[in-house]
Nanobody, 122 residues
Framework: QVQLVESGGGLVQAGGSLRLNCAAS????????MGWFRQAPGKEREFVAA????????YYADSVKGRFTISRDNAKNTMYLQMNSLKPEDTATYYC???????????????WGQGTQVTVSS
């Protein structure tokens, strides 16, 4: 079992920045990659970014490339999502998750956090 806890969400104006955190605990040694997804009301869950735990290879959705940066701190078992130049369309609940491969497909992630709300006002 892996437990994931997201934090760092909040309300920000368009153009602003936020940093999301995802703290992992439990059997994290089995995790190859971690990712961020988001879901807005009435919409499907959408891939945002992913990173391998070893090596730090990253993968981004086109919609966030150049604005968001994913990173991890192995010593702290924590993954981050630095979000800059935020837009109202970035408003969603953001979730972190673990996977055995580096992928943007939600179905290939096994453990999920409870989510943290990000609201971007125009």
């Amino acid at each position: 079992q892996v437990q994931l806890v997201e934090s760092g969400g909040g309300l920000v104006q368009a153009g602003g920045s936020l940093r999301l955190n995802c703290a992992a605990s439990g059997r994290t040694f089995r995790t190859y990659a971690m990712g961020w997804f988001r879901q807005a009301p009435g919409k499907e869950r959408e891939f945002v970014a992913a990173i391998t735990w070893i090596g730090g290879t990253t993968y981004y959705a086109d919609s966030v490339k150049g604005r968001f940066t994913i990173s991890r701190d192995n010593a702290k078992n924590t993954m981050y999502l630095q979000m800059n130049s935020l837009k109202p369309e970035d408003t969603a609940t953001y979730y972190c998750a673990t996977s055995s491969i580096l992928t943007g497909t939600a179905g290939q992630y096994d453990y999920w956090g409870q989510g943290t709300q990000v609201t971007v006002s125009s």
